[in-house]
Nanobody, 123 residues
Framework: VQLQASGGGLVQAGGSLRLSCAASGRTFSRYDMGWFRRAPGQEREFVAH????????NYADSVKGRFTISRDNAKNTVYLQMNSLKPEDTAVYYC?????????????????WGQGTQVTVSS
């Protein structure tokens, strides 16, 4: 599975962005997907997870109620809708695939990674 993230950019606090992650490979629909982020000088952190069917989602407390993860298996794409953005959301955002249908927020369990897309939120 190859992943290509896009949709990042510069936005003012309170604004919105939608990230997309296009996947290659016919097995995409079998795998759970996640979004992670890494801010400058910080460790990579879990943002959101969606199961293979799209029927179950999970979020980090820091983004709950503001971000929404979704997927379209017919288009081999997973999305992250980000609303009410804050300066502390500034980071490089990565999409990733577990290569399985097992729920996890541990980045070490995700075996396929996209290249990352920069999100910058100005105050």
């Amino acid at each position: 599975v190859q992943l290509q993230a896009s949709g990042g950019g510069l936005v003012q606090a309170g604004g919105s962005l939608r990230l997309s992650c296009a996947a290659s490979g016919r097995t995409f629909s079998r795998y759970d997907m996640g979004w992670f982020r890494r801010a400058p000088g910080q460790e990579r952190e879990f943002v959101a997870h969606i199961n293979w069917s799209g029927g179950s989602t999970n979020y980090a407390d820091s983004v709950k109620g503001r971000f929404t993860i979704s997927r379209d298996n017919a288009k081999n794409t997973v999305y992250l809708q980000m609303n009410s953005l804050k300066p502390e959301d500034t980071a490089v955002y990565y999409c990733a695939s577990t290569g399985s249908s097992i729920y996890t927020v541990d980045a070490r369990s995700y075996i396929y990674w996209g290249q990352g897309t920069q999100v910058t939120v100005s105050s």
